[in-house]
C-alpha cells in the first residue's frame, strides 16, 4: 500500500448531505463557502458531499418567466431591487457577478438530472450541480431549458443524460424518493446534514462548517 492510501485511510470520513435548489443563490454561496472549508481540512478528512431535491417554487412555470419579471411579481419593486443589491454584493465577494438576466422557472427537470448523476458518481454530481449553477447565476442561462441541461451533463462527463431528459417519467420516483427522505422536513435551502447527525442551515460562512466537521469528528 503506497503512502498516500495509508493517509487516505486514516483520515475520518464525513458524509455532507445538501438539500438544494438549483435557483436558489443562498445554495450556490453555502457551495462555495463549504469548498473553502473542505480544502482547509483535507488533510484530516475524506469528504463525500451529496445533493439532494428541494423546490422554492414548485409552481414555476415549465416554459419559464424572466427573472427581473419573477422577482418584482414575488417581493415587489422595491425589495426585489434591495435583494439583487445584496445578492450582488455577496457573490463580488466570492469572485463573481450576479447574472439577472434570462429566465428562472421550474427547476424539475435539473433535479431529475442531478439525481441521474449520483449514479455515477458523487463527484461528476458535484460538478453537475457547480455547472449548473454557474449556468443559472453567472451565465443568465436557462436551466429549464434542455439543450442547456445536456451541454452540461456533457461537460462533466455524464451519461445518458439525453436518456433521462427526454422521458419526463424518468427519474421523478427518484426525486421524489428523495424530497421525503430529506427535504419534507426542512422549510428552507441550503440545508447541510455532516454524517447523519449534525445540521447546519442557509448560506453559512467557511468557519461554520470548519465547526461542524469539528463536531462530528469527536
Known sequence: ???????SASKKFIQI?????TVC???FVGKKNL???????QDQFNFEVRWHPFFLNPNA???????????K?????????????????????????????????NTLDSHRLISFAANQGYEKQNALVEELFQNYFIQGKFIGDKQV?????????????????DDPNKGLKE??????????????VPYFVFNGSFQLSGGQPPEAFLRAFQAVSK
Open 73 to 105: 411579481n414575488k417581493f415587489g419593486s422595491t425589495q426585489s431591487e434591495h435583494i439583487i443589491s445584496r445578492m450582488r454584493e455577496v457573490f463580488r465577494g466570492l469572485g463573481f457577478e450576479y447574472d439577472t438576466a434570462g429566465m428562472t422557472g
Open 175 to 188: 426525486v421524489n424518493e428523495e424530497l421525503e427522505k430529506y427535504s419534507s422536513r426542512i422549510s428552507g
Open 1 to 7: 500500500m503506497d503512502q498516500k492510501a495509508v493517509d
Open 149 to 165: 441541461l445536456l451541454d452540461a451533463a456533457q461537460k462533466v462527463g455524464i451519461e445518458g443524460a439525453a436518456e433521462l431528459i
Open 17 to 21: 448531505d445538501v438539500s438544494s435548489d
Open 25 to 27: 443563490p443562498w445554495c
Open 61 to 71: 412555470p415549465k416554459e419559464g418567466i424572466l427573472k427581473s419579471e419573477f422577482y
Open 35 to 41: 469548498e473553502k472549508a473542505m480544502s482547509q481540512e
